[in-house]
């Protein structure tokens, strides 16, 4: 059975600082670009930042570029995004999630999500 | 710069009823859509890719159609476990959602 499993979410002061995981299981880790797509209570799903499989490449929504970093440790099945700055406007639940791209091709749906964390930059 | 949109944004039906949801690109993605659904207080969850295609364990009652920039998600009876928020989305983009309600 697939899993993601987010964690390090919480409550955090403005200009803080941090760092989620995601923990996955039951699929192979390495075949999957890993993303993260964070939603505001009520409002709707907005893509954050992607790794490729090896973590030698990144792509960051604007919102969030120079603050937000990505990475993964193949060898732990986990994702990871420090989150740097933080500001009111980040508050959201944050989802790990797959997108298969493994033998010379890659899928442009995502497929699989997490449970989410939630993120709250609050004073 | 690429987009998606949705209509309707909130959809009222009944139990029984037959629906149909429409997402629309604002450039040519051949049938490069998938559809997710989200019910309250959950994580989304892949419903349709390739436009037409059932993930697994989807019921049949769910089917999606569409190439180019029109594309709809078809209930075919809904069921009081369908009413949730569903998104379009193409790579890093997703719609605004369209919630389906209890008439």
């Known amino acids: 059975e697939v899993q993601l499993v987010e964690s390090g979410g919480g409550l955090v002061q403005p200009g803080g600082s941090l760092r989620l995981s995601c923990a996955a299981s039951?699929?192979?880790?390495?075949?999957?670009?890993m993303h993260w797509v964070r939603q505001v209570p009520g409002k709707g799903l907005v893509w954050v930042s992607r790794i490729n499989s090896d973590g030698s490449s990144t792509s960051y929504a604007d919102s969030v570029k120079g603050r937000f970093t990505a990475s993964r440790d193949n060898t732990k099945n986990t994702l990871y995004l420090q989150m740097n700055s933080l500001r009111a406007e980040d508050t959201a639940v944050y989802y790990c999630v797959s997108r298969y791209c493994g033998g010379g091709s890659c899928y442009y749906h995502f497929d699989f999500w997490g449970q989410g964390t939630l993120v709250t930059v609050s004073s | 710069d690429f987009q998606l949109t949705q209509s309707p944004s909130t959809l009222s039906a009944s139990v029984g009823d037959r629906v149909t949801i429409t997402c629309r690109a604002s450039q040519s993605i051949s049938t490069w859509l998938a559809w997710h659904q989200q019910k309250p207080g959950k994580a989304p969850k892949l419903l349709i890719y390739d436009a037409s295609s059932l993930a697994s364990g989807v019921p049949s009652r769910f089917s999606g159609s569409g190439s180019g920039t029109e594309f709809t998600l078809t209930i075919s009876s809904l069921q009081p476990e369908d009413f949730a928020t569903y998104y379009c989305q193409q790579y890093n983009s997703f719609g605004p959602g369209t919630k389906l309600e209890i008439k």
């Open positions: 039951g699929f192979t880790f390495t075949s999957y670009w």
